[in-house]
C-alpha cells in the first residue's frame, strides 16, 4: 500500500514539474515576442501607449481612467494626455493641453541600457513647443515625460500596444 501512494506522490510531483516547465516555456516565448514586437514598431515609428498613471510635478501621483495614449505615427505624434500643472503663460481660451496631433520636429532615438530604447522627440503646437521622452522596455512597459515650454512638466507610466 505505502509502495503505490509513494509512486502516486512521486506522479503528481513529476506532472506539476512538467506543468511548471510548460509554463516556464511559454512565458519565455511570450517574452521573446513581445520583445521582437517591440523592436519592429520602435524601428517602424508606429506604436500605442496606453497611460496607466501620472506623476504631475506640484501634486501627487494618480493612476488615471482607461483611454489616454500617446501614439507615434512615423513623423506624427498623437497626444491624448490628462495634464495638471500650472500654465507660465495664458493659455488659450479653447486650450488643448496635451491632447493634440501635431508633426514632429526633431528626433532622436538611443540604446542607453540594453533592454530600453530611449526617444527624444519635440512637436509644436498652436500653445506650446513640447518635448517628449520616451523609455520604452524590451518588455513593453514605457515611462514618458512631457516638457512644455510656458508650463510644468508632467510623467506618465504605461504599456506598449504592440
Do not use: W
Not at 511559454?26 to 517602424?44: F, G, I, S
Not at 498623437?78 to 507660465?88: A, D, E, F, K, R
Amino acid at each position: 500500500m505505502n509502495f503505490n501512494r509513494t509512486y502516486g506522490i512521486v506522479f503528481v510531483a513529476l506532472m506539476l514539474l512538467t506543468m511548471s516547465c510548460a509554463t516556464s516555456q511559454q512565458r519565455a516565448e511570450h517574452n521573446v515576442a513581445t520583445q521582437k514586437a517591440v523592436t519592429e514598431a520602435l524601428k517602424n515609428r508606429h506604436f500605442h501607449i496606453n497611460v496607466s498613471s501620472m506623476h504631475p510635478t506640484r501634486y501627487s501621483s494618480r493612476t488615471v481612467s482607461y483611454g489616454f495614449f500617446l501614439e507615434l505615427k512615423g513623423d506624427t505624434l498623437v497626444s491624448y494626455l490628462p495634464y495638471m500643472g500650472q500654465v507660465y503663460q495664458n493659455a488659450a481660451v479653447n486650450s488643448e493641453g496635451l491632447n493634440f496631433e501635431a508633426p514632429i520636429i526633431s528626433y532622436h532615438e538611443s540604446r542607453p541600457k540594453k533592454n530600453m530604447t530611449r526617444i527624444e522627440l519635440e512637436a509644436r503646437t498652436k500653445e506650446d513647443i513640447f518635448h517628449y521622452q520616451l523609455e520604452v522596455y524590451d518588455s513593453g512597459t514605457a515611462y514618458i515625460r512631457v516638457r512644455g515650454q510656458n508650463r510644468d512638466s508632467i510623467s506618465f507610466d504605461g504599456d506598449c500596444n504592440v
